[in-house]
């Protein structure tokens, strides 16, 4: 071994170096450490600090708050609307995005959309690309994209030092690097996608937007959990991370923002994936709704709110006999500790008693909403699979159940009822105290305002 290289032992799933090996990392993960070897530091590029903001001090020299220049935050048009919605309203130049999801699911997609888009509206656009052969990214750029621009270029390459280079000869207004996994440094002798590797090539493409004021978009990958593979360290080091999810048997994407320094991190975007590439979806909730049936036991319309809008959904449940054994209990897009949390409450409060049954729960459509607005609509369609009595498909529910059985009032209640009878609904179930907020109410729509689940049962 060379004496002035450095022998360290990495954990695969912190990033935590230890000079030298043991079981268990601090992070809690066994058998997670690697031996890597790191160059002398005369040997890494030298680090810089730059100021994207243009307050005057740059270099590290301190300036006064008031001085620092905001409008320095100009966003790009991405040319996607549900992209702009998720990025907080576009790219904001300088920043760092990374965006991550299953092979296959529409990354490298989208990005090529955006990129193709960026390139018409602002000038030149480099794509960088570690896994795919430039007529590989050239066949999925023409059926995305049309008519390709002059201004979008295309550099197949895995050294980062290289990448810097033809960046900074380019100029571009825009970069993307499609992985970083596949990434790596020469003044690292660890291979590429190694937990060193993946750190300082991310480190230098930050170095590097933040000083050419470039948005910079990372592609990563996730491991079989759906975690991000590679070191945590990443996700701080960036300013956005995007995760993209859905069900390959599914046209239906949904982009959610995990971090954003720019925007609310609760805001959703949808896409249709079609033989064109990925088409913007406007209107999710009626995507959502289109395929609730009127008679059809345990399905309740309910509603979540997701960053600035109202998403309405549909719920469905099941109820049937457990043959042998304890009875099952499954949800899907609804967390497990909730739903029985809300068996153990009908059962004490409503005297619907389902030890010897088996429940199911899905939200229709594969989407995991967040927060507690969904429990009375799941508490009502379990009742309604249990009993044999359809709901309908013109009323919607929405509340937060307690121990108690008491409602809970949810935000935002106003904006989804009016988003409801947008929708042509014409009765919303909610708490009693949401309902006595409700100004002036929509024609065509009735609100029951309930204070306790047994109520809202007897609205029915």
């Given at each position: ?28 993960a ?10 002398p ?5 030298r ?9 005057g ?24 609307s549900?992209?702009?919605?998720v ?39 480099l ?16 059926r995305?994209?049309?008519e ?17 280079d033809?960046?900074a000869?380019l ?7 499609d992985?970083?996994q596949?990434m ?12 060193s ?8 493409l930050l170095?590097y937007?933040?000083?050419e ?5 990372i ?8 975690d ?9 080091l960036?300013?956005c991370?995007l995760?993209?999810a859905?069900?390959?048997?599914q ?10 320094r720019?925007?609310?991190t ?6 249709e ?16 709704l ?12 309910t ?7 109202p998403?309405l959904?549909e ?15 499954t949800?899907l ?12 409450v ?5 005297g619907i ?51 108690t ?15 409801a ?7 919303v179930?909610l708490?009693k ?8 109410l ?14 809202a049962?007897a609205?029915?």
């Amino acid at each position: 071994m060379d004496k002035k290289s450095k022998t360290v032992f990495v954990c695969q799933s912190c990033g935590f170096e230890s000079p030298k090996w043991a079981g268990q990392c601090v992070c809690g993960a066994w058998n997670s450490f690697v031996e890597e070897k790191l160059a002398p530091p005369s040997e890494y590029p030298r680090r810089r600090v730059t100021s994207a903001a243009g307050a005057g001090g740059g270099h590290g020299a301190p300036v006064r708050l008031r001085a620092v220049r905001t409008d320095a935050y100009e966003r790009l048009d991405t040319g996607l609307s549900e992209l702009n919605r998720v990025l907080g309203g576009g790219v904001v130049r300088g920043s760092a995005t990374l965006i991550s999801g299953e092979p296959g699911i529409g990354k490298s997609t989208i990005i090529t959309e955006a990129a193709a888009n960026v390139a018409r509206r602002y000038g030149r656009v480099l794509y960088v690309s570690g896994e795919e052969s430039e007529e590989q990214i050239k066949l999925r750029a023409d059926r995305v994209c049309g008519e390709l621009p002059e201004e979008l270029y295309l550099l197949s390459e895995t050294n980062i030092e290289r990448i810097a280079d033809a960046a900074a000869k380019l100029a571009p207004a825009f970069l993307i690097v499609d992985s970083i996994q596949t990434m790596y440094s020469g003044a690292l002798e660890s291979a590429p996608g190694s937990v060193s590797q993946v750190r300082a090539c991310a480190s230098a493409l930050l170095r590097y937007g933040k000083g050419e004021a470039v948005p910079v978009f990372i592609v990563a990958h996730v491991t079989k959990a759906g975690d991000l593979a590679g070191p945590r360290i990443i996700e701080h080091l960036v300013d956005c991370v995007l995760q993209f999810a859905g069900e390959r048997d599914q046209d239906l994407r949904i982009l959610r923002a995990h971090k954003n320094r720019f925007g609310a991190t609760n805001e959703i975007g949808a896409f249709e994936m079609a033989e064109s590439g990925l088409i913007p979806i406007e209107n999710l909730s009626q995507s959502f709704l289109e395929s609730m049936d009127g008679a059809a036991e345990g399905a309740v319309a309910t509603a979540v709110y997701e960053g600035s809008r109202p998403l309405l959904l549909e719920l469905q449940a099941l109820t049937a006999p457990a043959n042998a054994g304890f009875a099952r209990r499954t949800a899907l897009g609804v967390e497990p500790a909730r739903l029985n949390m809300i068996l153990a409450v009908l059962e004490r409060r409503a005297g619907i008693g389902l030890i010897n049954h088996d429940v199911y729960v899905n939200v229709v459509g594969g989407l995991k909403p967040e927060g507690t607005s969904m429990d009375l609509a799941v508490a009502l369609a379990i009742h309604s699979s249990c009993r044999g009595v359809p709901v309908g498909t013109r009323t919607l529910a929405i509340g937060e159940i307690s121990l108690t059985g008491d409602l809970r009032t949810v935000r935002n209640a106003e904006r989804i009822v009016r988003e409801a009878a947008r929708l042509g609904f014409e009765r919303v179930i909610l708490p009693k105290k949401n309902a006595d907020r409700i100004g002036e109410l929509p024609s065509g729509l009735r609100v029951n305002g309930v204070a306790d689940l047994s109520a809202a049962i007897a609205a029915l």
